[in-house]
């Protein structure tokens, strides 16, 4: 009876997967918000040259898979690994040299505060409305304690982390998929639009990434394709994505899809193991929050009084304004009213607003609000790096230079072309996963079950297209399969 129900649950999550993917594919076709981002006019001609463009490339990808996977399978990896690593170092370089910031919005607060806490061993008041982002200083000032706690410092590190992790996701595409997979996904990671541009970006959206990729790399098995269900790498894989949802509150849709992969492929009595990850992380949470406390680094009862409530993220991810978004007004009522009203009536205002916002827009409304959301999540080939980038440059000119006029539409339209093409990727997955004799591969339910997971969560939740980022080594991993997975046999 168990095995029929974890047989039900795994085609549920293809057929939901292969639905969402296939939207996300239609709304990409169909939009594009990278010049939304700059506040930018898109040129008409724009999304049809780009779409011809990436239908082309996507069709010859396809079309000519047997010449490339057999080309890959024959790369001697020792001579390109390498010289891939250092091409992804010099753009990256180049990014800090010619785009550097000057740090603002929390990834300033993050810097600043970093020294902050070293000085004086507190934290201020900010991290009393958003304790999420206490790990990430905390790290930050570790780090900066062992080496200096200033930007350029800080930017090496989050340079080597992005190489790193582009290094971890051949590996990881190696050991679920295949030689030339891993290859195909290194080449695609290397030139990936947001790794590169997010060089000097410090925040949590690029320094997840290893938290995501070494618990999959400890947990994945080479050559059956499945994951290592010894319990002490599950305590530790389980560990280390724990820091990685105190760093990203999103990453516990990875906890959660971890759980239920555990679940499906686990057999018999193993299967209770699957509630290991989601109770590692409630003691690690347990453990960090204690450590924070008794070290007097912030005030428990100021946190518990002022901290803003999940319900808040709701409420503007309804905003009409900006579609889901961001929005000042909503920050600005729950930052003013945290500290006046009780906190019960707070979150019952967040509640009904909601809902009042959902009912006024009637079933029409919600359709085209859930299209402009979805659309600027998911439809943003630079991945809200360059609008991060736009924001206080240390040269103002260079970032003009890059983003206006005739190299600003090759950039975007690089940036799109790249991002339909990983999305094609994931979409011949979906159609050809269902019949391939590894179906049963453990990773594969674990990113379908995450991208799933993403796309709810911030369907509901506050949105930018830089939230998905975490998402992508999956992203990229799949898209690789899909391209390059050869079909040998049909189900049944």
């Not at 790399?217 to 080479?222: D, F, Q």
Request: glycine content about 4%; charged content about 15%; some cysteine.
């Amino acid at each position: 009876m168990l095995n029929k129900v974890t047989l039900w649950l795994e085609k549920f999550i293809y057929t939901i997967f292969a639905f969402l993917i296939l939207i996300i594919m239609i709304l990409n076709i169909l939009n594009s918000s990278s010049f939304d981002t700059l506040s930018f006019q898109a040129p008409k001609y724009f999304n049809t040259y780009t779409i011809i463009l990436s239908i082309t490339l996507i069709l010859f990808l396809f079309l000519l898979r047997k010449l490339l996977t057999r080309t890959l399978r024959n790369i001697n990896t020792k001579k390109i690994v390498i010289p891939l690593l250092l091409t992804s170092i010099v753009l990256q370089i180049l990014v800090l040299k010619y785009l550097n910031i000057n740090p603002s919005w929390d990834f300033g607060i993050l810097v600043d505060e970093s020294k902050h806490l070293l000085q004086t061993g507190k934290l201020v008041s900010y991290f009393e409305f958003y304790p999420n982002n206490v790990f990430a200083v905390c790290l930050m000032a570790f780090l900066g304690k062992i080496f200096s706690p200033n930007l350029l410092v800080y930017q090496v590190i989050n340079l080597i982390l992005i190489t790193i992790s582009q290094y971890m996701i051949y590996l990881l595409g190696t050991k679920v998929g295949s030689k030339e997979i891993g290859l195909y996904g290194f080449i695609l990671g290397i030139f990936f639009f947001p790794y590169i541009f997010y060089s000097p970006i410090v925040y949590t959206d690029t320094i997840s990434l290893p938290f995501l990729l070494v618990p999959m790399l400890i947990l994945a098995m080479k050559k059956n394709h499945s994951f290592r269900y010894n319990v002490i790498l599950l305590i530790l894989s389980s560990v280390i994505m724990s820091f990685g949802v105190l760093l990203k509150g999103s990453m516990i849709v990875f906890m959660i899809a971890l759980s239920i992969t555990l679940f499906i492929h686990m057999k018999n009595w193993k299967k209770s193991l699957a509630i290991l990850p989601i109770l590692l992380f409630f003691v690690v949470k347990t453990l960090f929050n204690s450590w924070i406390f008794d070290s007097n680094i912030l005030d428990k009862n100021n946190v518990d009084k002022y901290r803003f409530p999940i319900t808040h993220w709701f409420l503007m991810g309804q905003n009409d304004q900006s579609h889901g978004m961001f929005n000042d007004t909503d920050f600005r009522y729950t930052l003013n009213n945290i500290q006046e009203k009780p906190r019960e009536e707070l979150i019952k205002f967040h509640v009904t607003e909601s809902k009042k916002r959902i009912k006024s827009r009637g079933l029409m409304g919600n359709v085209s609000f859930i299209s402009k959301k979805l659309t600027s999540t998911w439809a943003d080939g630079t991945y809200f790096s360059l609008n991060k980038l736009s924001r206080n440059p240390i040269i103002p000119s260079n970032f003009q230079a890059l983003t206006d006029g005739k190299s600003g539409i090759l950039l975007l339209g690089y940036a799109r072309i790249q991002h339909l093409l990983l999305l094609g990727g994931v979409l011949f997955f979906s159609f050809f996963h269902w019949k391939t004799e590894r179906r049963n591969n453990d990773f594969f339910t674990f990113a379908m079950i995450s991208l799933i997971g993403f796309f709810f969560f911030f369907l509901l939740w506050e949105t930018r297209s830089r939230y998905i980022v975490s998402l992508t080594p999956v992203l990229i991993i799949l898209s690789s399969i899909g391209y390059l997975q050869p079909i040998k046999e049909k189900r049944d």
